[in-house]
């Protein structure tokens, strides 16, 4: 079966970095957009940012645009999040998703398949 497993959070000070990874199983990851969503406590899950199958095309919240970096090693069946310069309303738990379509959506509807999450603590 699929199984998207994130990894990587923590608790880091405002300012600071943090690489989240997301290692897929059961699936021709190379044949799956990757998303990376986040949800905050009484929120809605967010987009954060999504990756094309082949690693090409990659688009961003407005609100991570310039700090996150998504990245993907179709060898590896992992996905990356690089996240430098963090600020305190990126806590939240981060989410990675599959689609099984060439480019990543920004709507969480459109992921088939999603990991547990990661948690993501940026202290003051």
């Known amino acids: 079966q699929v199984q998207l497993v994130e990894s990587g959070g923590g608790l880091v000070q405002a300012g600071g970095s943090l690489r989240l990874s997301c290692a897929a199983s059961g699936l021709t990851f190379s044949r799956y957009a990757i998303g990376w969503f986040r949800q905050a406590p009484g929120k809605e899950r967010d987009f954060v940012a999504a990756?094309?199958?082949?690693?090409?095309?990659?688009y961003y919240a407005d609100s991570v645009k310039g700090r996150f970096t998504i990245s993907r090693e179709n060898a590896k069946n992992t996905a990356y999040l690089q996240m430098n310069s963090l600020k305190p309303e990126d806590t939240a738990v981060y989410y990675c998703?599959?689609?099984?379509?060439?480019?990543?959506?920004?709507?969480?509807?459109?992921?088939?398949?999603w990991g547990q999450g990661t948690q993501v603590t940026v202290s003051s």
């Open positions: 998703g599959a689609r099984s379509r060439p480019y990543g959506g920004s709507v969480a509807q459109e992921y088939s398949n």
């Open positions: 990756i094309s199958w082949t690693g090409g095309n990659t």
